[in-house]
């Protein structure tokens, strides 16, 4: 069975400091996609960033950047010098190749950045 | 507006009532997709279509939901005799499959409450 697991419920920084938020995945599949969703309180889901299974570079996109480690199935996403802005619900999702691009989400991190 | 469209964003209703939700996808997009999302978790897939087929449908898509895309454009979600336990956010979202599936674009969802 495939699962996605978030640990953190909720994370709370101050605004202009890094935060980790973790994501950890199951399947046995070997080709899936891994991605990161933003739902701000108007409810509507943000697509972040898509990784497919064979390439584990990790990606950086201004003060996001994304760590795939397959060996510990791990996708974690750092926001570096986090803003008020960035206060909302991240969601890690996974979508198995086969099965017609169906997400499979964790149960979300609400992150809270205080100025 | 080019994205993900969804009527109404909030509904209310008795226990026992039926309701219909509506979707409009990004218009290339042959790829539809209905999520149901409680409070404090995240989006549980219900059912997708390819165009006007609905391919597959989850165990919690119960007899009284009823989704359909009939052209392959907009697609509705109809909730028969409604429950108190149908309370939840309701998600559509669309994507384009053109030799490997894009990543999901989603609406802002419609909210659905149950008294």
């Known amino acids: 069975a495939q699962k996605v697991t978030q640990a953190q419920t909720e994370i709370s920084v101050v605004e202009k400091e890094d935060v980790t938020l973790d994501c950890v995945y199951e399947t046995r599949d070997t080709t899936y996609y891994l991605f990161w969703y933003k739902q701000p309180p108007s409810g509507e889901l943000v697509f972040l960033i898509r990784r497919n299974s064979f390439d584990e570079q990790n990606e950086i996109s201004g003060r996001y950047s994304w760590n795939f480690q397959k060996s510990t199935s791990s996708f974690n996403f750092t926001i570096t010098a986090s803003q008020v802005v960035d206060s909302a619900v991240y969601f890690c999702a996974l979508s198995l190749y086969n099965q017609g691009g169906k997400l499979i989400f964790g149960q979300g991190t609400e992150l809270s950045v205080k100025p | 507006d080019t994205g993900v469209s969804q009527d109404p964003r909030h509904k209310i209703t008795k226990r026992g009532q039926n309701v219909t939700f509506r979707c409009d996808p990004i218009?290339?997009?042959?790829?539809l997709y209905w999520y149901r999302q409680t409070l404090g978790q995240g989006p549980e897939f219900l059912t997708y279509f390819q165009n006007e087929a609905q391919l597959e449908k989850s165990r919690l898509l119960s007899d009284r939901f009823s989704a359909e895309r009939p052209k392959g454009s907009f697609s509705t979600l109809e909730i028969q005799r409604t429950e108190q336990g149908d309370s939840a956010m309701y998600l559509c979202?669309?994507?384009?499959?053109?030799?490997?599936?894009?990543?999901?674009?989603f609406g802002q969802g419609t909210r659905l409450t149950v008294v």
């Open positions: 218009s290339e997009h042959n790829r």
């Open positions: 979202a669309s994507s384009l499959l053109y030799i490997r599936n894009t990543e999901a674009f």
